[in-house]
């Protein structure tokens, strides 16, 4: 399976600033992910980064809050825009090789807000 | 209903016993299955595809029933490196075919 790079692994960021988290993998890839997972709760999908257009958010999550890049088959960014406390959590970048295949997940970001 | 559910444990089981989990999920048109594995502070991976006729990949065992719209991962002989939070994993049909919807998860821990 594909090998996926996430960065950084974690962070400690201000109210009010924002991150961008960065997602290499080794091949091109049609189909990434960006999912949240909160403390103690599973993961959450915040969007679908479509390579050369505008990314497809889930019920609850905006772009103007988590703008997502994804220029290339092999690369994505995601930012938390404006953080809160309640941002606070782990992100993780994610490709699947179609539909019916698994996920494969990189090691993530966990990300506290103070 | 919950699109997948888990019973959340913990589980606390010996070393050497069998444990099961079981996992519902609520869109008929589901087509594709899978169990994760999830290490404290650590990003999920996959453990298993669950296929129709059901699937072992040596202590673990996979099965999926379509009727009922329920998986379920069996481990025998567990070992104290078994402990993690258990992820079941279903890929919606219809409406939201390709989105992958993850259950809570099942904490087992293995104690000696």
Not at chain 1, 26 to 49: E, H, K, N
Not at chain 1, 83 to 96: A, T
Not at chain 2, 31 to 59: A, H, I, T
Request: charge should be neutral; glycine fraction near 8%; hydrophobic fraction near 30%.
């Amino acid at each position: 399976s594909a090998v996926i790079s996430q960065k950084p692994s974690r962070d400690i960021c201000q109210r009010g600033t924002s991150l961008t988290i960065q997602c290499q993998v080794d091949s091109q890839v049609t189909m990434m992910f960006w999912y949240r997972q909160q403390p103690g709760q599973s993961l959450t999908l915040i969007a679908t980064a479509n390579q050369g257009s505008e990314a497809t958010y889930e019920s609850g999550f905006v772009i103007d809050k988590f703008p997502i890049s994804r220029p290339n088959l092999t690369f994505s960014t995601l930012t938390v825009s404006n953080m809160s406390p309640e941002d606070s959590s782990i992100y993780l970048c994610s490709v699947q090789e179609n539909y019916n295949s698994p996920l494969h997940f990189g090691n993530g970001t966990r990300l506290t807000v103070t | 209903r919950k699109e997948v559910e888990q019973d959340p444990g913990p589980f606390n089981v010996p070393e050497g016993a069998t444990v099961a989990f079981n996992c519902t999920y609520s869109n008929s048109a589901s087509q594709s299955f899978f169990w994760y594995r999830q290490d404290c502070r650590k990003e999920p991976k996959l453990l298993m595809s669950v296929y129709s006729s059901g699937n072992e990949d040596g202590r673990f065992t996979a099965q999926l029933n379509r009727a009922s719209q329920y998986i379920s991962l069996l481990i025998r002989d567990s070992k104290l490196s078994d402990s993690a939070t258990y992820l079941c994993v279903v890929n919606g049909g219809g409406t939201s075919y390709g989105k992958l919807t993850f259950g809570q998860g099942t904490i087992l821990t293995v104690h000696p």
